[in-house]
């Protein structure tokens, strides 16, 4: 059994989560933000295993040390408990790039919205292949004890407002505090994949790596408050393994380098704003292959391009598809660059170079979900090009 513990966050706050843009196509525009529900903060214990774990989240009248995750803010306050089952996508490095709801009970009381919430802070041991770690899926169960019925809320922190599906945007609400021997609860909203203005680039987590880990990995997670503009500040780490090697302060150092987007940096309702930010840092001299796997897509190609430079000799040929497929480098603030021809089907029509230009032109977010900068990796893009537009 291993045993994850977080630090301090804000002992009971709500948080309003807002969901992140899922991924573009090439021939769609960006749909704007969306938003989703409320949660609350209490306690995290995780027991992973090879293909599962079971995450406990008791009330936050029982938590003893440090504790961080969430809540479904009616359930919390009327002292109902829950379940929730994920399926996630569990990297080689036992981090959970994306997770899906797959049951949750009682329905309709957003304990999986809840359980998503908890992502960034899933630390889990690795399925193993014949050659070491590797990418699996695994089921995670999720268990929320109920919390102690009509709790108290802070001053200045009214109850939620509008309802949107299970859960509800929040009202306003005073920034979260931090430790205390009692439980302060407040309304916050969090931004889930939140596209980034600016982060840090690879060669400076691996220059933050901290003296005293020893060789080991590491991982953090930094909470911070996002202002109108972008920037963050009280940043506070909620998860960190292995604890007291310094990741957690060299976590927060990197932190503060952050900017989120202009169009991403107001909450709902007015809301306080927060947002996590997980940061990986590889162990000294691991000789790793950066490749993305898993972009999360912030521009894609113009469809009007792609009709202009669809291949003469295949059209020729009367070819109306085809497919060609590059390798790039990411650039730091997510553009892709050096762009080169891998393979096409059919082959030697031209599929391949007129991807090479699309390619070029398309952008993805610049921190990748398994707490990584994705500048210097190599992303392989596949374009099918189409004489003709899909009705």
């Known amino acids: 059994m291993t045993r994850v513990r977080g630090s301090w966050i804000a002992a009971g706050a709500l948080v309003a989560l807002v969901a992140g843009r899922p991924g ?49 803010v009616a359930a919390y306050r ?46 889990l041991n690795p399925a193993m292949g014949p050659d070491g770690p590797i990418d699996a899926v695994m089921t995670i ?24 599906g299970p859960l509800s945007n929040g009202g306003g609400a005073d920034a979260p505090r931090v430790g205390g021997p009692e439980p302060v609860r407040h309304l916050i909203s969090m931004l889930d994949n939140p596209e ?9 987590v691996i220059a933050a790596y901290p003296a005293r880990a020893a060789g080991a990995e590491g991982y953090a997670v930094a909470h911070c408050e ?35 987007a202009p169009e991403w940096s107001r909450a709902p309702q007015h809301a306080d704003l927060w947002v996590d930010i997980p940061i990986r840092f590889p162990a000294p001299g691991a000789s790793e292959k950066r490749i993305v796997r898993d972009p999360h897509w912030l521009a894609g190609f113009d469809p009007g391009q792609a009709l202009k430079i669809f291949p003469r000799e295949a059209a020729d040929a009367g070819l109306t598809t085809g497919l060609g497929v590059v390798d790039c480098q990411v650039a730091r603030d997510g553009a892709l660059t050096a762009c080169s021809p891998a393979r096409a089907d059919p082959e030697g029509l031209g599929f391949a170079e007129a991807a090479v230009v699309l390619a070029s032109t398309m952008r993805i977010n610049p921190w990748l979900r398994d707490g990584e900068p994705a500048d210097g990796a190599v992303i392989r893009v596949p374009i099918r090009l189409n004489l003709k537009p899909r009705p």
Not at 26 to 50: E, I, K, L, M
């Open 24 to 72: 573009i196509s090439s021939a769609q525009p960006t749909p704007a933000p969306d938003t989703s529900g409320a949660t609350a903060v209490s306690p995290v214990t995780v027991r992973a295993a090879r293909t599962a774990a079971t995450i406990e989240v008791p009330s936050d009248d029982s938590a003893k040390g440090h504790w961080a995750s969430a809540w479904p």
């Open 78 to 123: 009327n002292g109902v408990g829950g379940h929730a089952d994920l399926s996630c996508d569990i990297d080689r490095h036992g981090l959970a790039e994306r997770c899906r709801v797959i049951s949750e009970t009682p329905p309709g009381q957003g304990f999986g919205a809840a359980a998503l919430a908890l992502r960034p802070t899933f630390k």
């Open 141 to 164: 169960a999720v268990d929320f004890k109920p919390p102690r019925a009509n709790a108290d809320w802070a001053a200045g922190t009214g109850p939620a407002a509008a309802s949107k």
């Open 196 to 204: 980034w203005a600016n982060t840090v680039g690879y060669d400076e």
């Open 226 to 260: 996002v202002h109108h503009d972008g920037a963050l500040s009280l940043c506070q780490i909620i998860k960190e393994d292995p604890e007291n090697r310094g990741f957690g302060e060299a976590a927060l150092r990197l932190a503060a380098r952050f900017r989120v």
